[in-house]
């Protein structure tokens, strides 16, 4: 495998950024809150969570490249913890995963840029068990409510 370019290299924080940012306005306007680095009850961290109105969760894991794609093993720990799993990335990205044979059948696929996102392949539903579905949201809720409290009440216990 060839080596990554130092401008590719350089390229890929502000590339997450961005696909992350479009992933999250794709996500608020299917009506969903979102959450940026989910903990999840196994020590994992989500890059982003979306609670449905419906009470159904997403996980979105972010991949700027084809080598942190390939180096990410640890995706599968996260699907017990969502109704849908996803792989959100910029637009070359998917051109190569879906051109090969290396992409999950059992993940959905979002396109995003700092402007939005699209899902290019949904993901097939795998329905949470009532208990850990209430056990998310209990913790997606605290989460949220910590969050606010800090960003409108800096320095405050």
């Given amino acids: 495998m060839p080596a ?10 502000e590339q997450t950024r961005s696909v992350t940012k479009g992933t999250r306005i794709l996500l608020r306007s299917l009506g969903h809150a979102v959450l940026s680095e989910f903990p999840l009850p196994n020590g994992r961290r989500a890059d982003l969570a979306a609670l449905g109105r419906d009470g159904s969760i997403r996980i979105v894991e972010v991949k700027s490249s084809l080598a942190d794609f390939r180096a990410d093993g640890k995706w599968r720990h996260y699907q017990p913890f969502c109704d849908r799993f996803y792989f959100a990335v910029p637009l070359a990205l998917a051109e190569s995963l879906l051109g090969g044979e290396i992409f999950p059948g059992e993940v959905g696929l979002i396109v995003a840029d700092a402007y939005g996102a699209a899902v290019e392949r949904e993901a097939p539903i795998q329905a949470l068990a009532p208990a ?5 949201l209990v ?18 216990p």
């Fill in 132 to 136: 850990a579905r209430r056990a998310l």
């Fill in 139 to 156: 913790r997606f809720g605290a989460l949220a409510a910590t969050r606010l409290h800090a960003a409108l009440h800096p320095g405050e």
């Fill in 4 to 13: 990554e370019s130092f401008e590719a290299l350089t390229l890929r924080p």
